[in-house]
């Protein structure tokens, strides 16, 4: 299974489908375990991301790590990956002509790791994951059944970091998070409060 990730990440960094490979520094493949039974899908790759390689680690990915932390988790026990795989400029949101070229990619790691559950970071992974129409601030934290997967969304990191008054929300949709993986999967331990 090892060269079948090594073989899709290494054709991943040369994808040329849209105009992002212009000006990423770097693709940022997804990181985490490769039999993680929780994929975690953020929007895209911001500055700090595109310097490094990796998903998730500026402030907002600090956060993560920390409410990660708070259910006895560490990016180790799971996998983070986003929409789209190269940075859009000046980090605005992806368009939907650079989401549909990059999707593939996210559609291949999914079916390699074949996660029980999926945890959508903010509103434009829950639209292109879950629903067209979510309703991020309505619908956090609630649990959507496809094709024998559980997922939900939670407020994004970064949105977290803008408005803190929205941490004790995500702290409960954590809390969910936690009670859902002790529910259906088997390899990965949650502990925490």
């Known amino acids: ?40 899908i953020g929007e895209g790759p911001g500055a700090n991301e595109d310097e490094q390689g990796e998903p998730f680690v500026g402030r907002a990915g600090h956060l993560l790590d920390d409410m ?9 026990d799971v996998y983070i990956a986003n929409i789209v795989k190269c940075r859009p400029p ?4 992806p368009l939907g002509v650079e989401q549909d070229a990059c999707i593939g990619w996210l559609r291949r790691q999914t079916a390699l790791l074949r996660p029980k559950l999926i945890v959508c970071l903010g509103r434009i992974a829950a639209m292109k994951i879950i ?13 959507f059944e496809r094709s024998g997967v559980q997922m ?3 407020y ?28 259906v999967c088997e390899r990965t331990e949650v502990n925490g409060l």
């Open 68 to 76: 990660l932390a708070i259910i006895g988790l560490t990016r180790n």
């Open 152 to 154: 939900m969304a939670v």
């Open 90 to 93: 000046h980090n605005r949101d």
């Open 1 to 40: 299974m090892t060269e079948r990730w090594e073989a899709l990440e290494q054709a991943c960094k040369s994808c040329r489908e849209c105009s992002l490979w212009e000006t990423r520094k770097n693709v940022v493949f997804g990181v985490g375990r490769q039999d993680a039974e929780v994929l975690f």
């Open 131 to 143: 629903r067209p129409d979510f309703r991020i601030s309505q619908e956090h934290g609630q649990w």
């Open 156 to 183: 994004h990191p970064a949105a977290l970091l803008r408005d803190p008054q929205r941490r004790p929300e995500a702290f409960d949709d954590f809390k969910s998070l936690q009670a859902k993986i002790r529910e």
